[in-house]
């Protein structure tokens, strides 16, 4: 692929010296107005984003809103380096996210590999990709922190981690009713409650409801894959019984039932392993007409007298089209509960020990047609079902008169689940997957020494111990007899794939953390630092055909250098923040199709390297600009003797485009009587990049342009917005996913095209 418009981009990267933190809004400072100061928790402590050594994009509440995004997928949009997949590839589910940040990430979505970006709600680890496209409802803070978060946020968090942030209770009573209505038969309503039951006892509930049509038909029954019907509720209650102790509960739950992804066809290879045993085999059967043909539809007159009984080309579809012909079955459903108390004890006034103790259980069945045909080619079904338990303490202190703040604590994670994987290639029919239970315990501390007034020294390290166990559960479910076409051969059902015991592995990781920062005055800063991050290995659960044990991958660790600065300028209208890093991966892991199962392995060595520029000004009082840009560069400097062929030193990574990057034109118009107008102008690019790591499937690059009209009255608490997403109609992919041998296909995920909405919110 080619990187259009990389050109202009340039020139608009180096023309832009005005842009930033997305969450940043204007503040009055007497006569005068500034961007407001934001706080974040990316290092478990409340302070300046300003002040804050490491490399961060925040949105509030606010920003989420005006931008227009209700799940995790649209911060991609407005954040350097960040890519997020809405659907694993080879799952078929709605509600299972891939995330990539500055390069790192990881495309599978099973029991038995982890994410690279790790993902907390509320300081609580969300471990599975499944589930993890959250809704954002009621949400305070959305904090994106690039580079491995070793140290403090710990597990699986090697390339960075997406801090969620929910509303707390509110002091005194107030509700929230808010709905959206737009393209597509989209209906989006919800509510929120604050009930202070005593002066010490708050509570909040929060429900909110989505529905929406699909865009991509099936010709074969009909339905429209890509719809939304989503159900979320949340209910938290602060409790203080005394000054200094607090108890902070925190429930929440998830219910979706949808179609599922679309997925397109976008190549066919009629001689692959198993579309030749359907073209020799099956469609004769199909189609009396091909019986002369020994090789039926592999025979070039075979495959027009074969017509529909033949898998071939005929399939094809325009990767972007809005109609498919997948005939299996398909649905993504998701049921995802969760509670977590967080207890917080003021021992003295420099002191404080913090308990988050947290449970989570989740029930998904989601099944992928991935032929794009009414044959019975390719398809598989899913049953995830999934429990994690986790406790972590903290002990947060400051001393030497408030030169040295630090935080000492412990973690401990259990997770178990079943992943029972259904199988079709049309001549086999085969069960995958199995059981796991995983464990994992830390111990850390982290501490910033004030040298001077203006220099600050910050480190920290952790130790990690995890276990993890892996019971396959895997068989032939029932196939043809075959025995002059290798691939089935001998094959029984009931046959075993792999042994039933239980395998396991441990892995223990010291993950440092050291930064220095100088404040060259109250408003600027500059930062220099290395952390350490990494993934811990595990087993491949997909085998087929058969092999004496699965296979396993070893762990992989990430170093990273960063520096960077933090400049408000200009009686605080410009904000410059920008950072650039290096990192050095060991044993990277990547997902390739080995046979036809997705395979886990280590890749061996990498580099990467980029930057990030985020920028805010404020020209006149009312007018808002932002600019963000990432850059990245990360390439293959050595490959392990055990990796697929199909990777090569000059394969690029998967979700990792080189260029990411977004403005913003906004202004406030003061009307009178409170009401106040807001046009906003959006805009995102993304240069090409690939979803896989052989480089098969990819997207090239292109521009997002949105833009809304907002009529707010801070007095009665009403506003409304109509908005418009994706207004040039572009089209772009949202994954693809391929196993070109012996499976035969290559498929992609397109997104939605032009979307328009009118949302409406009141606030009591």
């Given at each position: 692929m080619q990187n259009r418009n990389i050109r202009w981009s340039a020139k608009l990267l180096v023309?832009?010296?005005?842009?930033?933190?997305?969450?940043?809004?204007?503040?009055?400072?007497?006569?005068?107005?500034?961007?407001?100061?934001?706080?974040?928790?990316?290092?478990?402590?409340?302070?300046?984003?300003?002040?804050?050594?490491?490399?961060?994009?925040?949105?509030?509440?606010?920003?989420?809103?005006?931008?227009?995004?209700?799940?995790?997928?649209?911060?991609?949009?407005?954040?350097?380096?960040?890519?997020?997949?809405?659907?694993?590839a080879f799952s078929?589910?709605?509600?299972?996210?891939?995330?990539?940040?500055?390069?790192?990430?990881?495309?599978?979505f099973t029991m038995n590999t982890d994410p690279g970006v790790g993902i907390y709600v509320d300081d609580v680890y969300l471990s599975r990709s499944v589930g993890g496209l959250l809704d954002l409802v009621d949400v305070q803070r959305v904090e994106v922190l690039r580079g491995p978060q070793g140290t403090l946020f710990g597990r699986n968090s090697v390339g960075g981690a997406i801090n969620i942030t929910t509303v707390r209770p509110a002091e005194e009573f107030g509700a929230r009713i808010y709905g959206t209505a737009g393209s597509d038969s989209w209906y989006l309503g919800g509510a929120s409650v604050d009930v202070p039951l005593a002066d010490n006892f708050l509570t909040k509930l929060s429900l909110q409801y989505q529905e929406r049509d699909g865009y991509v038909k099936r010709t074969?029954?009909?339905?429209?894959?890509?719809?939304?019907?989503?159900?979320?509720?949340?209910?938290?209650?602060?409790?203080?019984?005394?000054?200094?102790?607090?108890?902070?509960?925190?429930?929440?739950?998830?219910?979706?039932?949808?179609?599922?992804?679309?997925?397109?066809?976008?190549?066919?290879?009629?001689?692959?392993?198993?579309?030749?045993?359907?073209?020799?085999i099956v469609a004769p059967q199909i189609n009396p007409a091909l019986a002369p043909f020994p090789n039926g539809c592999l025979d070039p007159e075979g495959a027009i007298v074969g017509g529909t009984a033949c898998y071939n080309s005929q399939w094809e579809t325009d990767a972007n089209s809005s109609s498919t012909d997948g005939g299996y079955p398909v649905y993504s459903n998701l049921d995802v509960w969760g509670a977590a108390i967080t207890a917080s004890y003021e021992i003295n006034s420099a002191l404080t020990i913090k308990s988050v103790t947290a449970y989570r259980d989740l029930d998904s069945e989601f099944s992928r047609e991935g032929d794009g045909s009414p044959l019975d080619i390719n398809a598989t079904e899913d049953i995830f079902e999934y429990h994690q338990w986790s406790e972590e303490l903290q002990l947060i202190g400051n001393a030497f008169d408030g030169r040295l703040n630090y935080i000492i604590g412990g973690f401990w994670f259990e997770e178990d689940g079943e992943n029972p994987n259904t199988v079709d290639f049309g001549y086999v029919r085969f069960l995958s997957g199995g059981d796991i239970r995983n464990t994992s315990i830390a111990a850390f501390g982290q501490a910033t020494y004030d040298l001077t007034d203006k220099w600050a020294v910050t480190a920290g390290i952790r130790y990690t111990e995890e276990k993890k166990r892996f019971t396959p559960n895997q068989f032939i479910i029932s196939t043809y007899n075959v025995p002059f076409f290798p691939p089935f051969l001998n094959f029984t059902p009931g046959e075993p794939l792999t042994t039933s015991e239980q395998q396991s592995t441990t892995t223990s990781e010291y993950t440092p953390r050291f930064d220095i920062s100088y404040q060259i005055t109250d408003n600027s800063m500059v930062y220099a630092g290395y952390s350490k991050g990494f993934k811990s290995g595990g087993f491949t659960q997909r085998i087929f055909p058969a092999l004496p044990e699965p296979p396993s991958f070893e762990p992989e660790t990430l170093d990273s250098v960063e520096a960077g600065f933090k400049l408000d300028l200009w009686d605080n209208r410009l904000r410059l923040n920008g950072a650039a890093y290096f990192n050095w991966y060991d044993d990277l892991q990547v997902?390739?199709?080995?046979?036809?199962?997705?395979?886990?392995?280590?890749?061996?060595?990498?580099?990467?390297?980029?930057?990030e520029l985020e920028v805010t000004v404020l020209p006149t009082e009312g007018m808002t600009v932002h600019f963000g840009a990432g850059y990245i560069d990360a390439e293959y400097t050595e490959l392990d003797d055990r990796v697929s062929p199909t990777i090569t030193e000059d394969n690029e990574f998967p979700g990792t485009p080189e260029w990411t990057l977004n403005g913003s034109v906004s202004y406030d118009f003061a009307l009178g009587d409170g009401y106040t107008l807001t046009p906003r102008v959006d805009w995102s690019y993304r240069s090409d990049y690939f979803f896989d790591a052989e480089n098969f499937v990819g997207q090239d690059s292109y521009d997002l342009y949105n833009a809304s009209i907002a009529l707010v009255n801070d007095v009665n608490g009403w506003s409304a917005r109509v908005f418009g997403k994706n207004l040039a109609d572009e089209d772009y992919l949202l994954h693809g996913e391929q196993i070109l041998e012996p499976a035969g296909f290559a498929m992609v995920s397109p997104a939605r095209g032009r979307e328009w909405g009118i949302s409406l919110d009141k606030r009591f």
């Open positions: 023309a832009a010296a005005i842009a930033a933190p997305p969450v940043t809004s204007v503040a009055q400072q007497g006569e005068s107005f500034a961007i407001e100061e934001i706080t974040v928790t990316a290092r478990r402590v409340s302070e300046s984003l300003q002040e804050t050594p490491v490399s961060i994009t925040a949105f509030s509440q606010e920003g989420l809103e005006a931008r227009q995004i209700y799940s995790l997928e649209g911060v991609a949009d407005f954040t350097p380096a960040l890519t997020i997949n809405s659907s694993s078929g589910s709605s509600q299972t996210v891939s995330v990539f940040l500055r390069g790192v990430g990881q495309t599978d074969t029954d009909g339905k429209e894959l890509g719809d939304k019907d989503n159900f979320s509720g949340r209910l938290s209650a602060l409790w203080s019984p005394t000054d200094r102790l607090e108890f902070f509960f925190n429930a929440d739950y998830t219910r979706s039932r949808e179609n599922g992804v679309p997925l397109n066809l976008i190549t066919a290879v009629a001689d692959a392993s198993f579309p030749a045993a359907h073209n020799i997902t390739v199709p080995v046979g036809v199962a997705p395979t886990t392995q280590n890749a061996a060595e990498a580099e990467i390297k980029g930057f």
